[in-house]
């Protein structure tokens, strides 16, 4: 029998099983004889053709058949109508919408240090686009641990007076899901889904792939992650696995004592020259809403540090920016 083996046979065979097999197994499974030099003709060859690939002793994984992408039947004109935050209180903006495209299936990181605005801007971002998009709101910031609804939760929410958050029929405009891991198993296609925030202990590269695999589960919507961020560190936690999937990445930290600073960290599509860029704004009703924001730039006399050789900074107050509006 096994020399009468035909390649077709083994294809059918291998159909059956997992993507990632032992030779060993496979063959006592069908009852090949080991000493079948036709059976291991035809694993050489599948393995030149590109069809399995040999991984160790015995181990093998095959190849999936990819077809090629048409790249210019896309839709280059096609954009995420997503709004980005601003001020209701004083019509202050980041005026990002002006300088960053954001298109269906991106990822925006905001990575943030704790307490200095990255819930905010995440659920001012909720509120800005509760009645254009179908939205999804998951993390570990909104529900008890029994999954009882936070009256903190729904005080701040309350407090963001110029948001509707529920419909002619009482309905809510949002979907809140209790999630506290495994966000990506959660991904709604087509929706914007707003996690906040994934939090790990250890092991902090699984970020990597969590972003990764909630951007391939989003289709035609966006994913919004925020992450925690040490203070001082230059990226969230989990480092450069952070930033490798994004395609906006929002860095905030603390601004002085009262106020909060967020810098664009990257953006693979904007429309005007924006890395670097950094704008500085207060978190007020209880941590809420947004108000006060106005573009800032690095100190040309400390370049940021809020001190000089002499001391401490006079042109900055210590602060190490100053605002735009205020720089010759």
């Known amino acids: 029998m096994a020399d009468k083996l035909t390649k077709s046979q083994i294809d059918i065979w291998l159909d059956t099983e997992e993507d990632e097999f032992y030779i060993d197994k496979l ?6 004889d080991p000493a079948s030099d036709n059976f291991y003709k035809v694993i050489s060859r599948m393995c030149i053709d590109k069809k399995l690939k ?7 994984r095959k190849i999936k058949p990819i077809k090629p992408v048409k790249w210019r039947e896309a839709d280059e004109t096609k954009y995420y109508d997503l709004r980005f935050p601003c001020s209701h209180k004083d019509n202050s903006s980041f ?25 905010a801007l995440a659920l ?16 570990n910031e909104y529900t008890t641990l029994d999954n009882i609804p936070s009256p903190k939760f729904k005080r701040r929410m309350l407090k963001m007076d110029w948001v509707k958050w529920v419909d002619g029929n009482n309905n809510d405009k949002f979907l809140l899901l209790p999630v506290r891991n495994n966000f990506e198993d959660y991904i709604e296609k087509g929706k914007i889904n707003i996690i906040d925030w994934i939090n790990l202990t250890d092991n902090f590269w699984k970020i990597g792939q969590i972003l990764e695999d909630s951007k391939v589960s989003v289709g035609d919507g966006i994913v919004i992650a925020v992450l925690q961020k040490e203070e001082g560190a230059d990226l ?10 994004a395609d906006v990445y929002f860095k905030i930290d603390p601004y002085g004592q009262f106020e909060s600073r967020l810098t664009i960290d990257k953006v693979k599509d904007p429309q005007k020259p924006v890395m670097g860029r950094t704008w500085a704004f207060k978190i007020i009703d209880r941590g809420a809403n947004l108000s006060e924001i106005r573009e800032i730039e690095k100190c040309r006399k400390c370049w940021g540090k809020g001190y000089t050789k002499i001391g401490p900074c006079q042109s900055c107050h210590e602060r190490g920016y100053l605002d735009v509006s205020l720089v010759f």
């Open 236 to 245: 969230a936690r989990g480092k450069g696995f952070t930033r490798d999937m």
């Open 27 to 32: 063959r006592a499974k069908y009852q090949i």
């Open 95 to 119: 005026y990002f919408n002006d300088l960053i495209n954001v298109s269906p299936g991106d990822l925006i990181v905001i990575g943030g240090v704790s307490n200095y605005g990255k819930t």
């Open 54 to 60: 040999r991984l160790g002793r015995g181990l093998y």
């Open 124 to 139: 001012n971002i909720l509120g800005e686009n509760v009645d254009l998009h179908p939205c999804v709101l998951m993390g």
